[in-house]
């Protein structure tokens, strides 16, 4: 709730300050933000519905499908996004994610 009402007092979106977050993380490898930045551009200014397939991440980024699915697990666990499955009819499922802002953040 802080970090919301911080939103609306500097006027910048979600997802800005995700990005912002995100690039001034140093714990991260380049790789990672990039992937992370990659996935961004397909979220809201909330940093919600977003749906790209893993491939279209990957493309984005420049990194291979299977070094982004291990750069996404890399952001999961270090509480950079949710992610969830979403049932996709006659294909099994497909993740859906949130970008979320870490506690430590200003």
């Known amino acids: ?10 006027g910048k979106s979600l997802k800005t300050l995700w990005q912002e977050g ?9 790789g990672v933000t990039r992937t992370a930045i990659a996935l961004s551009l397909f979220a809201d200014a ?12 990957a493309a ?14 890399t ?10 499955k979403r049932p996709c009819e006659g294909q099994g499922f497909s993740y859906g994610y949130i970008l979320t802002l870490k506690e430590t953040q200003n």
Do not use: A, M
């Not at 909330?46 to 991440?57: D, S, T, Y």
């Not at 420049?62 to 697990?73: A, I, M, Y």
């Not at 952001?75 to 969830?84: D, F, T």
């Open 1 to 10: 709730l802080d970090s919301l009402h911080k939103l609306s007092e500097r």
């Open 60 to 73: 984005r980024s420049g990194k291979t499908v299977n070094t982004t699915r291990e750069h996404l697990e």
């Open 46 to 57: 909330n940093g919600k519905n977003c749906f790209p397939g893993q491939e279209r991440i």
């Open 22 to 30: 995100i690039t001034g993380d140093k714990t991260l490898k380049d």
């Open 75 to 84: 952001l999961e666990h270090s509480g950079w996004i949710k992610r969830y």
